[in-house]
């Protein structure tokens, strides 16, 4: 009975935030106010004039709260497939490098080639990274934690070179565009922008949620699984190309944004179980309240618009840190 | 029935052979125990029937038909293994644990349905432990670990289980209770089960038949009470024997020198 209310909770939670973040920002509108603009938009009840709080509500804020709830989603949602089938509780796209990777691909396209699609780039960087940080974890037969985790530094600080390099090299306009988007925000949020995100995220994801509950057996040894039957080699490529494609389109729109891919699927999991056929499907509810919480704490704390991923990592390294004390000798083991 | 043919297992880079010419047959709802000591190659010759290593020669036929050449998903429809009990990375529910059984039934694209949950259900009940379905498999004792394994083989629907060293780390209540589950399990549902074990009392008690190995190779096989001598665990183990008569069973005692010494000297 406990377990179904909080399953509810987190599912619903993020309708519940999105709503109480649109009455939220540095300029005052009153929740009276949003709900009429937002009613007479939807529904075409009220006969509103053009005024600024309507496109301040359907053009910034709305559209702003609906690309951090995606990308919160995509990233949640990929750290619960990459923790699965590394059978490895310590990881997500941000320590594997997956981010760093889609950064790269993001900051050579406006640097250096602005014809090429950024999210094309994203991808393929971000699945490169991955690849090496495997690659150089699996070193002798079965992956250790620690060593997965040491070689996603090991990328991760590479790629982050790589993009030092551009932007070195780039121009001084783009650099100040580079390293704002670096530092992870959506205060470039539009309409455009959240349909590409929805897109990319959807398409990485939707997969992933039909096979969810195979997780379950890519999560006991690699020995056991093929004795279940599952062709392990090929279901890891198939959940870690498409969570990168998520990762890598979430990143290409609001650059890196750590630690939530890592701190939500945990909290999922403390409060509902590891099964992952509901723990996939509640981690992206919860990743995308809790993104959308983070970010409008970024927008309305200050009058400036603090990047999101100073926000996230200010409450993800803590986390970390209970984490591995709480897991201990075996949260590192083998 | 199983029929293992001629085969021989080499390591990569190793000059010598791990399998020297194994041959034996498993025959149907009996427990056929596979004993040898520590390094003798029983753990290798169950990854090669298991299909997980390949043999470079020989063959593993069931029912006269070769299965080389399956992929792992019809093999897991033949064969259940049950791995030693372990910790895995996440602490799934005894009931989620049992229903990743359902594995090879499962389509690539969906989740287990009714018939999957029924099947873990029963195998549960099957094995005496639906009462614990919704404990943490990792907050369980090592025995119950490894019936919950047994009903995870169970659910697979396989006519094959083979169980790698099923008991070697239980305590002795748990070694007679998992060993007679599967006694039970090859005999009621008609299981065909590999078991690998290193003592031989406890071959001798539960197995149906007992292959023995050392260095990789076969050197004996059989019904218990027949293959089971003084000579033949001396040359196995190194240790002098007698055997025990009780209830039809041969049972191993090692001969104490020493102690025997002792009382006569006083």
Known sequence: MKKNIKIIILFVSPLIISGVSLFLGPYKITPVMTIKIFLNETFHIFDLKDIPEKAIIMDIRLPRILLAGVVGAGLSGSGVVLQGIFRNPLVDPFILGISAGAAFGCAITVGFFPNWSVQFNAFVFGLIAVGLAYAIARTQGEISRLSLILSGVIVSAFFQALVSIVKFLVDPHKLQAIVFWLMGSFSLSDWRIFKIAFLGVSIGLLPVFLMRWRLNVLSLSEEEAKSLGVNVKRDRLIFIVFSTLAVATATSVCGIIGWVGLMVPHLVRMMIGPDHKILFPLSLTTGASYMILADTISRSITSFDIPVGIITALTGAPFFLYLMKKGGKEAWGK | ?266
């Open chain 2, 1 to 266: 029935m199983l029929e293992i043919k001629k085969l021989c297992f080499r390591h990569k880079g190793s000059k010598e052979d791990t399998l020297k010419d194994i041959e034996f047959s498993a025959e149907l709802g009996k427990v056929t125990a596979i004993l040898g000591p520590n390094g003798s190659g029983k753990s290798t010759l169950f990854k090669c029937i298991a299909g997980i290593w390949k043999p470079y020669k020989g063959s593993i036929c069931i029912n006269g038909k070769e299965i080389d050449k399956l992929s792992y998903l019809e093999r897991a429809k033949i064969f259940a293994v049950v791995p030693q009990e372990h910790e895995p990375a996440f602490p799934y529910s005894v009931f989620d644990m049992v229903l990743i059984g359902r594995a090879p039934y499962v389509n690539f694209f969906s989740s287990p349905g009714l018939k999957d949950y029924e099947k873990a259900k029963q195998a549960l009940q099957t094995l005496g432990i639906y009462h614990l379905k919704e404990k943490s498999y990792d907050k369980i004792s090592g025995g119950e670990r490894q019936l919950v394994l047994i009903a995870r083989a169970l659910a697979q629907s396989a006519p094959f289980m083979l169980l790698d060293e099923p008991v070697s780390h239980l305590d002795f209540r748990n070694q007679i209770k998992v060993l007679l589950k599967i006694k039970e399990l090859a005999y009621k549902n008609k299981i065909t089960a590999l078991v690998t074990i290193h003592d031989p009392n406890l071959a001798s008690l539960f197995a149906d038949k007992i292959v023995v190995i050392k260095d990789g190779r076969i050197i004996g096989q059989g019904k218990p009470n027949h293959i089971l001598n003084e000579k033949l665990i001396q040359e196995v183990y190194g240790i002098k024997i007698n055997i025990i008569q009780n209830n039809g069973f041969n049972l191993i005692c090692p001969v104490l020198d020493f102690l025997k010494n002792k009382q006569m000297g006083a």
